[in-house]
């Protein structure tokens, strides 16, 4: 749809509830002649101003208004955006007489970031990244989205994807080359360039694990026997009862999780079910879901009931393997008590040192949709470097590899084949934004 036979639209773009202002905005070729039906004059373009909002010569608020002449706004078109008190009764009626004029609508979910990326003030990137802030919720979380969101990853394809051109060029030549009775072995130059961007695709596939971890979160798994104490330690640490602790044993059935926030880092803390053998059937089938999902998590917190106790399963080289129940055992050992305090500020600290250490590895790429382009990519490029160095005179074969490669980190940034990933991204966002 044209510029000029598209919808303006309009939504609340601050969040919905009572507040002290509230933004709405309004975007499209006739947001300024909409607007203007309610407001005595428009500010200039990049310019705001005091005003009121009138609805049948009524005034229904005092507000601020701000005016972005296209393509210099968010959207890349003509908007105004309404700064008015955050009054719900203000806002409806504000939104009542927009949706009266016949020439606007209510936008969709995410639909005034979907006008940014269609009118290139976006990549898609981008969009992702703007997503992930949107919804951050610590430090590191709202770290890595503001770089995805200010283009990083746009700008590594970009650098990528100039190097992959030469490399395809020099491909041609060969091709030509082939065909006439010279011949310009680039081989050498083409195999530099397809050997660094393997490799820094290789680096950003390895960190985009851990950038997928920073934004959905750390899971650290507690494990340990029955009544090691593991759902008073969990108690402990998040500063409420959401275990049930007993002395009976097997009183954790399944596993309890507890979200919380290690210096930046968003961490899940598992309490998982006692392991042991059972009779019980309900109680082997939490031991084993709590096998599985500790085996699954990024990070286990062994408690021991006895100094030699060995783990249910082999514990990774980063896991923590403690004494539990420190206060009532005192073998002169690392232990840590959920009823006393004793070393849960040391393990705290001893987790978030080593989950620290892994985001240090993190990646621009952040999503699963971003590590398969670039696998896809890496895997072509590989193909492509194979060929060249075991048959030359399939040149023509390696040379569409590259730009199969080429296509794959287009991908990452909208530039092609996006359609198919455009509505579940967009389905994300909130309505306003």
């Known amino acids: 749809m044209s510029a000029a036979t598209r919808d303006t639209?309009?939504?609340?773009?601050?969040?919905?509830?009572?507040?002290?202002?509230?933004?709405?905005?309004?975007s499209g070729p006739d947001?300024?002649?909409?607007?203007?039906?309610?407001?005595?004059?428009?500010?200039?373009?990049?310019?705001?101003k005091l005003s009121h909002f009138q609805v049948d010569g009524h005034n229904i608020d005092h507000l601020l208004v701000l005016t972005f002449k296209a393509p210099s706004s968010f959207t890349g078109e003509d908007v105004v955006e309404l700064h008015c008190h955050g009054s719900l009764a203000v806002v409806k009626a504000i939104l009542a007489a927009l949706g009266r004029h016949?020439?606007?609508?209510?936008?969709?979910?995410?639909?005034?970031?979907?006008?940014?990326l269609e009118n290139n003030k976006l990549d898609l990137a981008q969009v992702e990244g703007l997503g992930d802030l949107i919804t951050s919720e610590t430090e590191a979380q709202r770290l890595q989205a503001a770089r995805v969101f200010s283009g990083q990853l746009g700008a590594l394809v970009d650098s990528w994807r100039q190097k992959l051109v030469r490399a395809a060029a020099l491909i041609e030549v060969t091709i030509d080359s082939l065909m006439r009775t010279c011949r310009w072995d680039v081989t050498p130059e083409v195999g530099a360039i397809v050997h660094e961007v393997v490799a820094s695709l290789t680096s950003e596939i390895d960190g985009s694990f851990v950038a997928e971890r920073i934004r959905d979160g750390f899971e650290v798994a507690i494990i340990g026997a029955p009544n090691a104490g593991k759902s008073t330690l969990l108690n402990m640490i998040s500063g409420r009862d959401v275990a049930i602790t007993s002395e009976i044993a097997g009183t954790t059935r399944d596993v309890i999780e507890v979200q919380m926030d290690l210096n930046g880092l968003p961490v899940t803390l598992l309490d998982t079910a006692g392991i042991r053998e059972s009779a019980d059937e309900i109680e082997t089938l939490g031991v084993h879901r709590a096998i599985a999902r500790a085996q699954?998590?990024?990070?286990r917190v062994f408690l021991k009931s006895t100094p030699d106790e060995e783990p249910p399963f082999p514990l990774g080289e980063n896991d923590i393997s403690l004494?539990?129940?420190?206060?009532?055992?005192?073998?002169?050992?690392?232990?840590?008590?959920?009823?006393?305090?004793?070393?849960?500020?040391?393990?705290?600290?001893?987790?978030?040192?080593?989950?620290?250490?892994?985001?240090?590895?993190?990646?621009?790429?952040?999503?699963l949709r971003h590590r398969h382009a670039m696998e896809a990519?890496?895997?072509?490029?590989?193909?492509?470097?194979?060929?060249?160095?075991?048959?030359?005179?399939?040149?023509?074969?390696a040379a569409e590899y590259v730009r199969y490669a080429i296509r794959k980190l287009d991908s990452l940034i909208g530039r092609v084949d996006v359609e198919m990933v455009l509505g579940e991204i967009f389905s994300q966002f909130c309505l306003g934004k």
């Not at 194979?386 to 005179?393: F, H, R, S």
């Open 296 to 299: 699954q998590a990024d990070l």
């Open 9 to 26: 639209i309009f939504a609340q773009a601050s969040g919905t509830g009572r507040a002290g202002v509230s933004v709405i905005r309004v």
């Open 102 to 116: 016949p020439q606007a609508r209510p936008a969709e979910p995410g639909e005034f970031t979907r006008r940014a």
């Open 323 to 367: 004494l539990g129940k420190g206060d009532l055992h005192k073998f002169g050992l690392t232990a840590v008590s959920g009823r006393s305090g004793e070393g849960v500020d040391a393990l705290l600290a001893h987790i978030t040192e080593i989950l620290l250490a892994r985001a240090a590895n993190v990646g621009t790429a952040t999503h």
């Open 377 to 397: 990519a890496r895997e072509a490029l590989e193909q492509a470097s194979a060929i060249l160095a075991e048959e030359p005179a399939n040149a023509e074969i």
């Open 31 to 48: 947001a300024a002649s909409i607007c203007a039906c309610h407001i005595a004059s428009l500010p200039e373009a990049g310019r705001f």
